[in-house]
């Protein structure tokens, strides 16, 4: 290996900032997994009869089901019994009432990672839902969301104020048997958040969750259901960090998107969950379902993923496209580096007439990363004059990591139309001196080709995350997006 | 300027330079002609910094500092600017962008202030008219899907742009044809002035019909083996490289 290669290395290794532990007391639930538990969980969230059936009959499909293998990571087995499904902060109890009431030490913790809970500060245009394992312990803008009909609260308080809007879609997208860590997901999800957007309204502020796992051998099972009524808009945004532990932590969340006629709901995660040592010990797993479901003729659902964290990512975000002339799209940037290995892509799955879908895959491989592309486009009968357009581009920095595509095309019928693109580039030491011999560092350089790389992806994201995922990418700030 | 001193330089174990003298001044252009394999190229990296060439002998100084020290970043922060002769495309770094953050490097690395981008628009306008560098091609990324005289003419560009002390400008003229050859020349010689130098590395005399060097080199086989005015070059035009070899023949 040259020099100039081993200097990417150096700068490939990165600290990990949002590594630090919250010394808060935490009541768990004893760890391992039984009915006994899933009961426990519904009884700590005061939930109605119906939901702790739902979770009960999750719980019995799972025990049915394998965890899926044909993906291409490899991680330790997981002992489902030795991981804690419940942990909360002790301070809350009954969620507090007021700001005021939050445990100080949380408060500290979500100002350290750059989230405002004051309502009053900075981000004034951003509405926070902040989930420390498995509670939501801060809702920010909630009134003034509601004086235009938004409802935006966590999970838990939704089935309590909500239960009707709750139990008719709850499910609806991903069913409990969808797959097995979804069906884990609905036995013993904490909490999460949940968003109505009534009919016609745009939703006047970014809403966002910020998760964080915080408690040692605790698994995070959040639950995000999101759906926007007729003609209606709104973004969302999601962002996660966990402590730097040695050994690796189960995420398994399950997202759900419904968008009624004509309505749009436009999400976008900077996934920054601890990654592992360089040596690939510790880190996250991430396990999650995301779907949504365009139930309404001309509605949208646009998923924009930047995924810089996690020992292993294992995500398909997805869009069913049932209303006739709906939109489906797909920008996502994933980077592995040391030991990460990242599965990830998304099914773009027409129903519907003249429905489009739009997808654009970043991969970039560093270290010893691996990095998959995988990807399913279907388009049914029905769909007439169906539309996708893919496009899969690899980076690789260095000789030791590896880039995958694997895309899954199933076509039935004659005038639908694809397109499929992929391109594989290495960041080349004759790229490097170019960029320093006109005066860059090194460090700049590659931040300038990685950039430039993912920006198709990060213009689609809203402003104040696209400058967060440009630092992840170890980029700086300077000239940002635009 | 630029003062090397009995550079000895070797590639995978092979010797390449094998002894070189030589002294630029500030508001001189020198000229290096040769043969393929002489050496040329490897004397541009070699001043630039790149990695794999190592110097076994000799030393370099520039504005009395030892270049061979410095790092290429810091080189060109000092004002040593290369122009390649395969210019490398950047896929998705928007030549204009790439432009502003090396320019402002620079700037830093003067202790000025980076440029904003208003008046780092009007400069590039007008650099850009001196090569006549489409708009487009400037907001294209950088050299990507360029022919190969687009290629060169955003490096004389570049250099424009970034006002180097000492161009080194590596088979500029290669893969031109002759009106983008005078376009080029012309971007050049607009660059002429008394602070700057330059060494103009070239197979060919043609260039040289439009850019006048003050001196001439012939590299052979590693080393310098002639040293003259602009005649030189005429010369070996005539009796080509096996001319001056043969009347180097005892």
């Known amino acids: 290996m040259s020099a100039s290669t081993e200097q990417i290395d150096d700068i490939l290794k990165k600290g990990y900032d949002a590594g630090f532990v919250t010394d808060i007391e935490e009541e768990y639930a004893p760890p391992g997994l039984s009915e006994e538990i899933v009961r426990f969980i519904s009884k700590k969230k005061q939930e109605p009869e119906w939901l702790l059936e739902w979770r009960l009959k999750a719980y019995r499909r799972w025990l049915e089901m394998k965890e899926p293998t044909w993906a291409k990571v490899t991680y330790p087995k997981i002992d489902f019994q030795d991981i804690c499904y419940y942990a909360a902060p002790k301070t809350n109890e009954n969620a507090p009432k007021s700001l005021d009431e939050v445990d100080p030490e949380l408060l500290a913790t979500y100002e350290k990672l750059g989230i405002p809970l004051h309502e009053r500060e900075v981000l004034a245009g951003v509405a926070v839902d902040a989930v420390f394992d498995s509670v939501s312990v801060a809702t920010t803008f909630r009134d003034k969301l509601a004086e235009v009909g938004v409802i935006f609260m966590p999970f838990s308080e939704a089935v309590q104020e909500h239960p009707e809007l709750v139990k008719r879609y709850l499910g609806s997208v991903v069913p409990v048997s969808d797959n097995f860590y979804a069906a884990l997901n609905s036995a013993v999800f904490s909490d999460g958040s949940f968003v109505y957007i009534p009919k016609g309204v745009r939703c006047p502020m970014e809403l966002s969750t910020y998760f964080r796992i915080n408690a040692a051998k605790t698994g995070q099972f959040e639950r995000t259901l999101i759906i926007a009524d007729e003609g209606s808009y709104v973004s969302y945004l999601e962002g996660c960090t966990a402590p730097m532990r040695d050994e690796n932590q189960l995420h398994a969340a399950v997202v759900e998107l419904v968008t009624h006629e004509g309505a749009q709901i436009k999400y976008s995660t900077v996934q920054n969950w601890y990654p592992g040592d360089e040596n690939g010990k510790g880190g996250i797993l991430n396990l999650v379902t995301k779907r949504g479901l365009c139930e309404g003729a001309r509605s949208k659902i646009s998923w924009t993923q930047v995924e810089t964290g996690s020992a292993i990512t294992w995500k398909y975000p997805s869009c069913i496209l049932k209303g006739d002339d709906s939109v489906g799209e797909f920008y996502s940037v994933a980077l592995s580096n040391h030991r990460q290995q990242a599965d990830t892509g998304t099914k773009m799955i027409h129903l519907g007439k003249n429905t489009k879908s739009t997808i654009i895959s970043k991969g970039i491989s560093a270290g010893h990363g691996q990095q998959t592309y995988r990807g399913g486009v279907k388009i049914s009968r029905g769909a007439t004059n169906a539309r996708n357009y893919t496009q899969c581009d690899s980076l690789l920095i260095g000789d030791k990591c590896g880039a995958h595509t694997v895309p899954y095309v199933d076509v039935r019928n004659s005038s639908s139309k694809l397109e499929h693109e992929a391109t594989t580039s290495r960041i080349g030491e004759d790229q490097l001196f170019y960029c320093r011999q006109r005066g860059l560092s090194e460090e700049d350089a590659v931040s300038l080709i990685v950039n430039g790389f993912a920006k198709q992806v990060l213009k689609e994201l809203p402003m104040e995350f696209a400058v967060e995922a440009q630092k992840l990418l170890g980029v700086s700030l300077e000239g940002a997006v635009g | ?250």
């Open chain 2, 1 to 250: 300027m630029l003062k090397i001193e009995d550079l000895h330089v070797e590639v995978d174990g092979k010797p390449i330079l094998k002894g070189i003298n030589l002294e630029i001044e500030a508001g001189q252009v020198h000229a290096i002609m040769g043969p393929n394999g002489s050496g040329k190229s490897t004397l541009a990296y070699v001043l630039a910094g790149k990695d794999g060439y190592e110097v076994t002998k000799g030393r370099v100084l520039y504005k009395g500092q030892d270049l061979l020290e410095m790092a290429p970043e810091l080189r060109a922060a000092e004002g040593l600017f290369l122009g390649f002769q395969y210019p490398v495309a950047i896929p998705g770094v928007s030549n204009i962008y790439f432009l502003k953050a090396a320019v402002n490097a620079i700037r830093k690395h003067r202790g000025e202030d980076p440029l904003d981008a208003i008046d780092f628009m009007k400069l590039s306008k007008e650099k850009a008219a001196l090569v006549q560098l489409p708009d487009e091609l400037t907001k294209r990324s950088v050299n990507d899907g360029f022919s190969g005289g687009e290629k060169k003419r955003n490096e004389i560009f570049q250099m424009a742009m970034l006002e180097p002390s000492l161009a080194v400008l590596d088979e500029t003229d290669s893969g031109l044809d002759i009106d983008a050859l005078k376009v080029v020349a012309e971007g050049v010689n607009a660059l002429r002035g008394p602070d700057r130098a330059m060494l103009v590395i070239t197979h060919y005399q043609r260039l040289l019909d439009h850019i006048v060097p003050d001196v001439v080199h012939v590299l052979i086989d590693g080393q310098i083996v002639r040293t003259g005015d602009k005649g030189l070059a005429m010369q070996l035009e005539k009796e080509g490289y096996a001319g001056v070899r043969n009347a180097l023949q005892p």
